[in-house]
């Protein structure tokens, strides 16, 4: 049985000089490469990384991948990801990670994603393992002990052109 604190602590970095860009800021693509980089972290936590795809012969892939910027990360920044598992059926992981800037005290990021498990060698979706699927389960609701975080399940929300003329 693995014990993981809840909310996770998936990945912790400094924001170095190379991620800023032209405006000052950390790039936009180095918040998708955190949240990457905390979430194959988690995959190994919960037992579905390197060793899981070695031995079974199955792994995950991305289905759905949504991501909310909501504060500006400056060079030197300490960022920490804590990431949760919210969501388990037979085939779908359903994941939140949050960016937290601890320099700031403020979320800086939030990236959720479903991925579905699948079989590599007939490349195609497959259920879990039950052993895995049961432990998928009790982590979920370790997780939902705790209030959801901020935005989970949210959409984007485009403009809606005002100006346009439908006639």
Excluded at 19 to 32: E, Q
Aim: net charge neutral.
């Amino acid at each position: 049985m693995i014990s993981l604190q809840t909310p996770y602590v998936s990945y912790q970095v400094r924001v170095p000089a190379e991620w800023i860009d032209v405006n000052g800021h950390m790039n936009a693509t180095r918040y998708h490469l955190v949240v990457y980089e905390a979430h194959y972290r988690y995959t190994q936590a919960i037992g579905l990384g390197d060793d899981y795809v070695a031995r079974t012969h199955c792994g995950k892939a991305v289905l759905e991948s949504h991501m909310r910027f909501e504060q500006e990360v400056s060079l030197g920044d300490e960022l920490e990801v804590r990431s949760w598992l919210l969501a388990v059926d037979a085939k779908r992981l359903h994941f939140f990670h949050e960016v937290m800037n601890l320099t700031t005290g403020r979320r800086a990021a939030a990236g959720e994603q479903v991925d579905i498990h699948i079989d590599l060698q007939a490349r195609k979706s497959a259920p879990l393992p039950e052993a895995a699927y049961a432990e998928l389960q009790r982590i979920v609701r370790s997780c939902l002990v705790l209030p959801k975080p901020p935005g989970v399940g949210s959409r984007i929300r485009p403009p809606v052109n005002p100006w346009f003329d439908h006639s």
